[in-house]
């Protein structure tokens, strides 16, 4: 993956992990920005939806890792993701001289959903119907980077909560994207050998599988592979997770350096 202009990447990031990232990360987008290569970012933002929710006094209950979503907590959701959370990000971009925009899947309908398998138990939580990519490609030919809150709508105007890994897994194949970057607070994968701790640098989906079943993924490493192999759908073939505070992270993923752990559907024979 090399970074040549005219390129688009999409970057996958949860929202305290952007906001806790230190700002020679941001220096580093803006500086592939310029060098003509346009990334597009979806965020999450669950602890800071979870204490919005506790400041107003609204209970929530989670179902098999997924937030129970009903009206008075989606007014909370939006009001997070594509209010306080999206615009935290578009200034510190701004910050670095890069060029954002903050926008919602509700906006455009860009990201449209129907309501998830297990909608009785889990409420207004959408699985991704469809991204519409104009939008996205329209605000990177303007030299923007689009900043994503994975809120997503129905043809009747009703929203719905989606999981950011999810909705970036979704922007990126619909974008035709075929490998994306998941910044986290980790350098990787990791794995004990000979006492020592060290980051894989591939595995496969049957491979973190395994090794969450095994114990070797433990804690709260089990979510963010969970969420790092939800990204791989549709044209999507692989993921890789950086650490987001290592110097240059973005641009050595782009130059084809090998770092963080890369998550891939299967071994290539």
Known sequence: MTGQAGQTFVMKCGGSTLAALPDSFFEDLQQIQESGVQPV???????????????????TEFVGGLRKTTEEVLDVVEMVLSGSINKQIVRRIQGSR??????????????????????????????????????IRAITNLGYMPVIAPVGVDATG??????????????????????????????????????????????????????????????????????AVACIQGDVQEVIIVDGSEPGILSRVLNGDAVGTRIVRQTVL
Do not use: C, F, W
Request: charged content about 20%; overall charge negative.
């Open 158 to 227: 009703q929203r719905y909560n989606i999981n950011a890994d999810t909705a970036a897994g979704a922007v990126a194949s619909h974008l035709g994207v075929p490998r994306m970057i998941v910044v986290t607070d980790v350098p990787g994968i990791m794995r004990t050998v000979e006492g020592e701790k060290v980051v894989l640098p591939q595995v496969t989906i049957e491979d973190t599988q395994h090794m969450i079943e095994t114990g070797e993924i433990y804690g709260g490493m089990i979510p963010k592979v969970k969420a």
């Open 41 to 59: 970012i979806v965020h999450g933002g669950g602890p800071a939806i979870s204490d919005n929710l506790a400041k107003l006094g609204i209970e």
């Open 98 to 135: 890069a060029k954002a925009i903050g926008i919602s899947g509700v906006d455009g309908g860009l990201i449209q959903a129907k309501p998830v398998a297990n909608s009785a138990e889990v409420g207004l939580v959408g699985d991704v119907t469809y991204v519409e990519a104009t939008i």
